[in-house]
């Protein structure tokens, strides 16, 4: 009986920090504007345990818009998000509190915008991995073919936004 009852107890702690399956994030993501080259109908997978860049964070893909426009620098504001397996979205601070709130966001690397991560604390990489993560984004720049600055987009809309799935 003791046996049966700690299974129990393992099970609903399990079912309870199941994370979206990669299926699942993606359709959760579909509401999104931008996605992450190479994925536009899918969430990326974005490895998170490799080496840094000698000079800043890891970076991921180039961010792309949906409508195709050419994008310069990023902006994110917001909270990083993750979709919980009932699709609220909230803090990755809940994950584990070592996580910064800022702890992916875009810069800007070979000309064009990606999501970078800034070094995980302690062993924060873990309650990360496999979660669907959503960056919003409260800005950016629309560039013309020449690389120029045409327009400034400053939005609250949570749709423009970028999600993926960290992995090691």
Known sequence: MRFLISAIIVFTCCTCALALTLEECSSALRQCNFFLDGCEDKAQEFPVCGPMSQNGPGYGSSIKAKN??????MNSQGPNLYIKDNLEEVPITKLDPSLNNHQFKPYM???SPRIGFETFQGDSINSIQGKCIVIPFSSWQV??????????????????CVGFVPTC
């Open 68 to 73: 195709g426009t050419k994008l310069g620098a």
């Open 143 to 160: 560039l013309d073919d020449k690389g120029n600055v045409i327009r400034h987009v400053t939005t609250a809309d949570p749709d423009n």
């Open 109 to 111: 690397d070979s000309g």
